[in-house]
């Protein structure tokens, strides 16, 4: 491994930018986060959702427990997950715009129940099984109530500060190109 760019400095504000550099190091799906009921309903976009466990199925996001979302998930124990497709980039800037705030953001969007967005990659309805509290977040862990997947396959990654567009066909190719063993998912 070659030698640091970053390395810790003294400050909790220098130490906080610098591991926000290196976090962006790390690829992650695009995902909106949706809570509430009626029109006490809002939805933030985050890369922070991971599978912890597949029997049973249960997965888990952290949540800043000051966002709006975090609040509406507690209060009703339920939330529903949008895993965005290639084309949704819009989408994922509209749920983190701060000017837009709950109702806003579904403004002209379609949706329904928990709520769940339509039109993306796979959508979850999950049951808070447990919320974990640690420092500024939240790790929610949900149970899982309900799902719908879509036929598409291309997918919406947030990397380095950027939206990359993950596109079946074409990336499959240049993986096997570079000998990467995924091209027998076609």
Request: aromatic fraction near 6%; hydrophobic fraction near 40%.
């Amino acid at each position: 491994m070659g030698k640091s760019d970053i390395h810790l400095v003294s400050g909790d504000d220098e130490v906080e930018r610098q591991f926000r550099a290196v976090m962006r190091r790390l690829a992650g799906g695009v995902t909106i986060i949706t809570a509430g009921h009626d029109d006490d309903i809002t939805g933030m976009t985050v890369t922070s959702l991971t599978s912890l466990s597949a029997s049973p199925p249960r997965l888990l996001v952290s949540v800043n427990r000051q966002a709006s979302s975090f609040a509406r998930i507690a209060r009703y124990g339920i939330f529903g997950v949008n895993i965005l497709g290639s084309g949704q980039q819009a989408l994922a800037g509209r749920f983190s715009d701060g000017s837009l705030k709950g109702h806003e953001r579904f403004d002209g969007i379609r949706w329904s129940g928990v709520p769940l967005l339509g039109d993306t990659l796979a959508t979850i309805e999950c049951k808070v099984e447990e919320i974990i509290e640690r420092h500024s977040h939240g790790i929610i862990i949900g149970s899982l109530l309900s799902f719908e997947l879509s036929h598409e396959l291309s997918g919406l990654v947030y990397w380095n500060g950027q939206y990359i567009r993950i596109t079946h066909d074409f990336d499959l190719d240049l993986l096997a190109e570079i000998s990467i063993p995924l091209a027998h998912v076609r």
